[in-house]
């Protein structure tokens, strides 16, 4: 119940395509749904998060679309761009700050 | 503003000795949580902190893994007799709480622990 899927798990995308990255949860006690990016090497760092209140958040290229009543949340990169390569995390919380993670997408763009 | 402090960045350890993880929160947080990553996986909660306190140590393995945030100095995870299972990158976060809602976390660059 406490589990959060994430797919896919590597995707590669040309220089100015659309990344899409899905992520699915159970536990209906979440409330907060933030995504991370994480380079080699390095700690994840916020992208992007929504609560169940709303169904879409935009912030520059990064878009999440969330659908409570499927219990599904994805993010979208637009106009991709090399430097965006990385690895990006789905996760949820209850409160307190406890986060579930996803599994990580690994996300490469081509020139 | 600095953010998230941890270290080491790297520490090696042989089996069976005691390996120490040393994290600083940002300015003005209070919260602290540790996260463990094996390779190619996602992050694992493990345990969150407040000063003086362990609010929720549900993710900590039972044996051998301690964690404390003292009063005054970091936060340190601390692992006695290291097993080859341990290695992975540990990964502490800060965080200002308000009420039950959830806040951005801001995560440290890690400490890459590998046992020999």
């Known amino acids: 119940q406490q589990q959060v899927k994430q797919s896919p798990q590597s995707l590669i995308v040309q220089k100015g395509g659309i990344s899409i990255i899905n992520c699915a949860y159970e536990n209906t006690a979440f409330d907060y749904f933030p995504w991370y990016q994480q380079f080699p090497g390095k700690g994840p760092a916020l992208l992007i998060a929504?609560?169940?209140?709303?169904s879409e958040k935009k912030e520059g290229r990064f878009t999440i679309s969330f659908n409570k009543s499927a219990k599904q949340f994805s993010l979208h990169i637009m106009d991709s761009q090399p430097g965006d390569s990385a690895t990006y995390f789905c996760a949820a919380g209850g409160g307190g700050n406890k986060l579930t993670f996803g599994t990580g997408t690994q996300l490469k763009v081509e020139l | 503003n600095a953010g998230v402090m941890q270290n080491p960045r790297h520490l090696v350890r042989r089996r069976g000795q005691e390996a120490r993880l040393r994290c600083s929160p940002m300015k003005g947080h209070s919260h602290v949580y540790w996260y463990r990553q094996l390779p190619e996986e996602g992050l694992k909660f493990m345990v969150y902190l407040q000063k003086e306190n362990i609010i929720d140590e549900s993710g900590m393995p039972k044996e051998r893994f301690s964690a404390e945030f003292p009063k005054e100095g970091p936060s340190i995870l601390r692992i006695q007799q290291v097993v080859r299972g341990d290695s992975a990158a540990y990964f502490c976060a800060s965080s200002v709480n308000i009420g039950r809602m959830n806040t951005e976390a801001f995560f440290g660059q890690g400490t890459r622990l590998t046992v020999v």
């Open positions: 929504i609560r169940p209140d709303v």
